[in-house]
């Protein structure tokens, strides 16, 4: 079965019988896929949608990590449900965690699931793709016109006020000389 996942800076991962592999190619035939582990050679053909297995896999030299790839998966779902509800984050990790325990039982989580504290941070990016960014600088600050109105007639008010109190202090002083 073709699982993918995403790496950490969101490219596609292939989970097929415990190996992972990642995008070497793309022809106009076929995806060319290669281990993850850099010290094995295999590769693998997909269809160019990814949906069929066109060649097998070559001989690995490395061994399948099963747990790893049950691990990825978790994770990945973590982001995507980070990205996708308003769910608390440690929730969303609690029940991902629950969920692969229910599904692998034999899965010692404690000692291969990341920590909360050490996804946290990806998962809070994740969420942050849902909110758009801060400006850091005034001129990143868009005005609508109507914005731009309110500002306009405050500002001609302000002259006006600033214009009479001139008015009044030239007056004044005027009086206080004739005195």
Known sequence: ML???STEKDKPVLNHNGYQYTKKRANKTNNQWRCR???????????????????????HTCQPDTTKVLVDIAVDNMKKRARE??????KIYSQEVVRARVASPGLATGHVFPTLPNVDASLYRRRALNYPKLPTTTDEIALTDKHNSHIYHRTQEVRTIILKLIKCKLIWDELREKC
């Open 3 to 5: 699982i993918f996942t």
């Open 37 to 59: 582990d850099r010290t094995c050679s295999s590769t693998i053909s997909l269809s160019t949608d990814d949906v069929r297995i066109l060649r097998k896999e070559s001989a």
């Open 85 to 90: 509800e308003t769910l608390p984050l440690p």
